[in-house]
């Protein structure tokens, strides 16, 4: 009897079937698994959501329809390019350095670490959900935009989408940096306090022609005039190589701060 158990339970399963092979996931399922939990965070934040989506899609409406200031006929073309400056500002700088700071205070960036998934990981799960975000709303502005009357050139989209890409990688490397670094009330407040003022200084586009060239060159060289002078040449067809270059290096400048200086507690 022993000897016919015996060779039932050798003869049931192959030497091996149960051998457990713990290992972790390849980098592309992790990023791509890191990135759909950082969207699904950011969409669910309503004060992201205020940021994102809210605020330039009103300002977009509101700039165009209403007679403010003198912005001649086409006034969404001129409105335009502002407005996709306060959206990529939004969600790649101000949002994502106040939703890092948070991370860090609450040990969320600590366990994180803790896991499989690599730092570089991590940061680039962020700035990919920021991406779909920062495209998401190309879309829907650029719709909105449509319907008030907007008609740009192919050239002007491949050139807008381009320089949009550029931005959202500057304001992410900056976001990082700052949320990255200092603590989270601290974040909370001053990632409001540069959004007013980059604001300000983005806006330049708006005024046309009625500012000095000096106010516009200075304003050329701070990240979100940089960006609303660079789309707003993008969509009208030319590239505004002096702000594409100011763009990039402060994308660089970020980047090296960012990755030297971050901290995950």
Do not use: C
Request: a positive charge.
């Amino acid at each position: 009897m022993s000897t016919s158990h015996e060779r039932l339970a050798a003869n049931r399963f192959t030497p091996g079937t149960f051998a457990p092979a713990p290992r972790p996931n390849g980098p592309a399922a992790m990023l791509a698994a890191q990135t759909r939990m950082e969207l699904v965070l950011l969409l669910r934040n309503g004060e992201q959501l205020l940021l994102t989506m809210f605020i330039p899609i009103t300002l977009l409406i509101g700039l165009t329809l209403l007679p403010i200031g003198d912005l001649g006929e086409a006034r969404v073309e001129r409105v335009l390019p502002a407005v996709m400056m306060v959206a990529v500002m939004s969600t790649a700088f101000t949002g994502q350095a106040i939703a890092v700071g948070f991370d860090r205070r609450y040990g969320a960036l600590k366990r994180l670490g803790a896991t499989a998934l690599p730092k570089w990981g991590i940061i680039a799960g962020k700035s990919g959900a920021v991406a779909l975000v920062v495209a998401l709303q190309s879309i829907l502005l650029g719709g909105i935009g449509l319907a008030l009357g907007w008609r740009p050139e192919p050239v002007g989209l491949l050139l807008g989408a381009a320089v949009i890409a550029l931005g959202t990688v500057t304001f992410a490397t900056l976001g990082l940096l700052l949320g990255g670094t200092l603590r989270a009330e601290i974040v909370l407040a001053l990632a409001n306090v540069i959004w007013f003022v980059l604001l300000g200084i983005g806006s330049v586009v708006l005024a046309g022609d009625g500012l000095p060239d000096a106010v516009v060159h200075l304003a050329r060289l701070v990240p979100s005039g940089a960006l609303a002078l660079a789309l707003d040449a993008a969509l009208r067809g030319s590239v505004d190589w002096l702000a594409v270059a100011i763009l990039g290096a402060w994308a660089a400048v970020g980047g090296v701060l960012a990755s030297r200086l971050f901290r995950f507690v």
